[in-house]
């Protein structure tokens, strides 16, 4: 079965740099999340989008931004990196339905390193 | 606002024995319920989910998790423990179509 793609699978960027992460969710699905994982730590809300329109939205900082394009895949842009964005960002895809489960299913991560 | 509470950041059990990894929930309203495991840099992979149904949830693997809402908990457990089952475990929240709110995560270590 397919599952979420999330690419770059590592990146390595230095402060004040810009970073562009994809994410192709499961086929049908119509809901994409975005949280971001520090290490050691639970994963955080960033950001989600329903049939393209963002649904809600954690806390992402202003310096980064997302989209959902016409195919359903959905990119995260951070600029004017900060050492503290180094982390595990995570997308997942849910299909709305009537019987209510909802599940998310989560990618592989994009692993963030900035120096 | 919902949230979720995992007892015990570290839990060790020797091979064979008995998994016991708690998660208590606060809500207003009855929520949806999830258990996540999360192997080495890897992604996080559902286990089970309780939704309303039947409140003992089987999941994969061989874990399982009972709804109590007299308790307002969801602990997952696993008769017997195998060296694979080593990962860490977040137990999440939400109401629907919408964000996830995890626990601080339980990190299970197995001892032979």
């Known amino acids: 079965a397919a599952g979420v793609i999330q690419s770059p699978r590592h990146l390595i960027k230095e402060k004040r740099e810009t970073a562009t992460l994809k994410c192709y969710p499961i086929p049908r699905h119509d809901t994409v999340y975005w949280y971001q994982q520090g290490p050691g730590q639970d994963p955080q809300f960033l950001i989600s989008?329903?049939?393209?329109?963002?649904?809600d939205k954690g806390s992402i900082p202003d310096r980064f931004s997302a989209q959902q394009f016409s195919d359903y895949h959905s990119e995260l842009n951070m600029s004017s990196l900060e050492l503290g964005d180094s982390a595990l960002y995570f997308c997942?895809?849910?299909?709305?339905?009537?019987?209510?489960?909802?599940?998310?299913?989560f990618g592989p991560g994009t692993r963030l390193t900035v120096t | 606002a919902q949230s979720v509470t995992q007892l015990g950041s570290h839990v060790s059990v020797s091979e064979g024995a008995l998994v016991l990894l708690r998660c208590n929930y606060s809500?207003?309203?009855?929520?949806?319920l999830f258990w996540y495991v999360q192997y080495p840099n890897q992604g996080l992979q559902l286990l089970l989910k309780?939704?309303?149904?039947?409140?003992l949830v089987k999941g994969i693997n061989g874990f399982e998790a009972e709804f109590k809402k007299s308790e307002t908990s969801f602990h997952l457990t696993k008769p017997s423990a195998h060296m694979r089952d080593a990962a860490e475990y977040f137990c999440a929240v939400n109401f629907g179509n919408e964000k996830l709110t995890f626990g601080t995560g339980t990190r299970l270590t197995i001892i032979p």
């Open positions: 997942a895809s849910s299909l709305s339905s009537t019987s209510g489960t909802y599940e998310q299913y």
């Open positions: 989008f329903y049939e393209k329109m963002q649904s």
């Open positions: 309780y939704t309303s149904a039947a409140t």
């Open positions: 809500s207003s309203v009855p929520p949806y």
